[in-house]
């Protein structure tokens, strides 16, 4: 793909090096964004796994539970937890540039449709808590 | 527009998907599974847990949070792969990465029906 | 009195002499009110005449004079001297473009991909003059005039790493023009330009990273252009999907 290109001879054509996500603070911060997606990954593999051993009985539950207490995998949830708040922080922003939102014939400003999305999302996950915590 | 003339727009729509329900479900779940619960700020007994999980409502929620963010994972992680060099690798990494979130949806079903 | 001076470290390149390009230092006076531009044009007036790079308006509206200054795309124009103070400055070739010589790039890749979105309105049928004028209201104005402020300058595709790393992606400014007609309502044309942006290397090689909107120096945002036929192919997607022998938009 990228070397499909037919080269034309006397012109120099530079050549972009691996390292190349190091050259600007923008593109540190982008591949940051993207890894995100790797964290969230393996938790979500961690809560099928949660979910199959609640499945298999309170004593598998609690043995899995436990060995989810390692200090190893604390810290990997600390760690995530910041990924995933930055996957959700950089994903409303953005999604304020992408969507137009009209109201007759305003445009809602982007600002106001990120904050909105954030009140959501605050709403969403009380909701979720209350679900778990609180409802018997 | 000819049907199957690329596929890229299904991948980028699960993706799409996936980031929403990632980005509003993933952390909310992270505190409580990674955090509350294994620190003991908050306690939930394993027979609330297993009436929960029977819920058919609860079963579709967890398909929907747990398999769609795997979509996400999959698109950004062959663009990652491209772009740190194996470029000329597109059709391999595309079976490798969609193909994991095809295998992650199916072992998510399995566990759901199942428990 | 001698006056303060500052150093440019300028990229040289002479097409068939070098294998690759080299640097020169040199030291222009530095003046308050002067641009890297400025200071190029003193190196080629006064230091070294074979100094080869391209300028035009030198007031931001042309596009022409885009280059790196200290690694980042800018128009060279709008480039103050006191904001790079005490140097030295870096100037060197757009990025990602093959280089003729000098500070010289070529332009061919580009241009063809501009030709290939059909940046023009199109109609199916011309209203005649006697008809009258086409009108449009502020709100369907709006639609569409943030994007065709861009001056073709190229500056995006310079901060574009997906560019970079696959030079078939079809690219920022070129998407955000068919995204500029696309959304123009006297613009009838949307599916002649359908097949370059809806192929892989259309708008689905971006992966958003967003600097193009970060160094376009009109405002243009060709990522939101971008991100927003994205959404508009993958509905004509599922569309043609769920309705193969019609939804036409």
Same mark, same amino acid.
């Given at each position: 793909m990228s070397?499909?290109?037919?080269?034309r001879?006397?012109?120099y054509?530079?050549?972009?090096?691996l390292?190349?996500w190091?050259?600007r603070?923008?593109y540190?911060r *982008?591949m940051?964004r993207e890894?995100?997606s790797?964290?969230i990954a393996?938790?979500?593999v961690?809560l099928l796994v949660?979910?199959?051993?609640v499945g298999?009985?309170?004593?598998a539950?609690?043995d899995?539970?436990?060995?989810?207490?390692?200090?190893?995998?604390?810290? *990997?949830h600390?760690?995530a937890l910041a990924f995933?708040?930055?996957?959700t922080?950089?994903w409303?922003?953005?999604t304020?540039?992408?969507?137009?939102?009209?109201l007759?014939?305003?445009?809602?400003p982007p600002a +106001?449709?990120?904050?909105?999305? *954030?009140?959501?999302?605050?709403?969403?996950?009380?909701?979720i @808590?209350?679900?778990l915590?609180?409802?018997? | 527009?000819?049907p199957?003339?690329?596929?890229?727009?299904?991948w980028?729509?699960l !993706?799409s998907?996936?980031g929403?329900?990632?980005?509003?479900l993933?952390?909310?779940? +992270?505190f @409580?599974?990674?955090l509350?619960?294994?620190l003991?700020?908050?306690?939930v007994?394993?027979?609330? @847990?297993?009436a929960l999980?029977?819920q058919?409502?609860?079963?579709?929620?967890?398909?929907?949070l747990?398999a769609? =963010?795997?979509?996400h994972?999959?698109? $950004?992680?062959? !663009?990652?792969?491209e772009?740190?060099?194996?470029?000329?690798?597109?059709?391999?990494?595309?079976?490798l990465?969609?193909?994991?979130a095809?295998?992650g949806?199916?072992?998510?079903?399995?566990?759901l029906?199942?428990? | 009195m001698?006056?303060?001076?500052?150093?440019?470290?300028v990229?040289?390149?002479?097409?068939g002499?070098?294998?690759?390009?080299?640097?020169?230092?040199?030291?222009?006076p530095?003046?308050?009110?002067?641009v890297?531009?400025?200071a190029?044009n003193?190196?080629?007036?006064r230091?070294?005449?074979?100094?080869?790079?391209?300028w035009?308006?030198?007031m931001?509206?042309?596009g022409?004079?885009?280059m790196?200054?200290?690694?980042?795309?800018?128009?060279?124009?709008s480039?103050?001297l006191r904001d790079?103070h005490p140097?030295?400055?870096?100037?060197?070739p757009?990025?990602?473009?093959?280089?003729?010589?000098d @500070?010289?790039?070529s332009?061919?890749?580009?241009?063809?991909? +501009? $030709?290939?979105?059909k =940046?023009?309105?199109?109609?199916?049928?011309?209203?005649?003059?006697?008809?009258?004028?086409? $009108?449009q209201?502020?709100?369907?104005l709006?639609?569409?005039?943030q994007?065709?402020?861009?001056?073709?300058?190229m500056?995006c595709y310079a901060?574009?790493p997906?560019?970079g790393?696959?030079?078939?992606?079809?690219?920022?400014?070129?998407i955000?023009?068919?995204?500029?007609?696309?959304?123009d309502?006297?613009?009838?044309?949307?599916r002649l330009r359908e097949p370059?942006l809806s192929?892989?290397?259309?708008v689905?090689e971006?992966?958003?990273v967003?600097?193009?909107s970060?160094v376009c120096?009109?405002?243009?945002?060709p990522?939101?252009?971008?991100? $927003?036929?994205k959404?508009?192919?993958?509905k004509?997607?599922?569309?043609?999907?769920?309705? =193969?022998?019609?939804?036409?938009?």
């Amino acid at each position: 793909m990228s070397e499909a290109r037919p080269q034309r001879p006397g012109l120099y054509y530079p050549k972009m090096p691996l390292t190349w996500w190091l050259a600007r603070p923008g593109y540190v911060r *982008f591949m940051i964004r993207e890894l995100t997606s790797v964290f969230i990954a393996i938790f979500l593999v961690e809560l099928l796994v949660l979910v199959h051993k609640v499945g298999q009985g309170p004593q598998a539950y609690a043995d899995t539970a436990a060995r989810l207490q390692s200090p190893g995998w604390m810290v *990997f949830h600390v760690v995530a937890l910041a990924f995933a708040l930055y996957h959700t922080i950089t994903w409303f922003k953005l999604t304020g540039v992408v969507q137009v939102v009209r109201l007759g014939d305003h445009k809602v400003p982007p600002a +106001l449709v990120v904050a909105g999305t *954030f009140v959501a999302w605050g709403v969403v996950s009380l909701f979720i @808590l209350y679900w778990l915590l609180v409802r018997s | 527009m000819a049907p199957g003339k690329t596929m890229e727009p299904f991948w980028w729509s699960l !993706f799409s998907v996936g980031g929403v329900v990632a980005a509003f479900l993933v952390p909310v779940h +992270l505190f @409580l599974h990674g955090l509350a619960i294994p620190l003991g700020w908050v306690s939930v007994g394993h027979g609330r @847990l297993l009436a929960l999980v029977g819920q058919p409502l609860v079963k579709i929620y967890l398909f929907v949070l747990i398999a769609l =963010p795997l979509y996400h994972w999959a698109h $950004r992680f062959r !663009f990652i792969l491209e772009d740190l060099g194996l470029h000329g690798f597109r059709a391999p990494i595309a079976v490798l990465c969609y193909g994991s979130a095809i295998v992650g949806t199916v072992a998510t079903l399995w566990v759901l029906i199942r428990v | 009195m001698t006056e303060e001076t500052i150093t440019l470290e300028v990229t040289r390149y002479r097409p068939g002499h070098d294998r690759e390009p080299r640097t020169e230092s040199f030291s222009v006076p530095y003046r308050k009110d002067w641009v890297v531009l400025d200071a190029l044009n003193h190196i080629k007036d006064r230091v070294d005449g074979s100094l080869t790079y391209r300028w035009s308006c030198r007031m931001g509206v042309c596009g022409s004079c885009g280059m790196m200054v200290n690694g980042v795309p800018k128009l060279t124009c709008s480039a103050f001297l006191r904001d790079y103070h005490p140097g030295p400055i870096r100037v060197e070739p757009l990025a990602n473009f093959p280089v003729i010589r000098d @500070l010289v790039v070529s332009l061919d890749d580009f241009m063809e991909k +501009l $030709r290939r979105v059909k =940046p023009w309105l199109i109609r199916t049928v011309e209203k005649p003059v006697s008809e009258g004028e086409y $009108r449009q209201t502020p709100a369907q104005l709006d639609d569409y005039k943030q994007f065709s402020m861009c001056i073709n300058c190229m500056l995006c595709y310079a901060a574009c790493p997906v560019y970079g790393l696959a030079p078939a992606f079809v690219g920022p400014a070129a998407i955000a023009l068919a995204y500029r007609y696309n959304m123009d309502s006297r613009d009838e044309g949307y599916r002649l330009r359908e097949p370059i942006l809806s192929e892989s290397v259309g708008v689905w090689e971006c992966t958003f990273v967003g600097e193009c909107s970060v160094v376009c120096p009109k405002g243009v945002d060709p990522a939101a252009a971008i991100q $927003r036929s994205k959404v508009a192919g993958a509905k004509d997607w599922a569309m043609s999907m769920l309705m =193969p022998w019609g939804g036409r938009r």
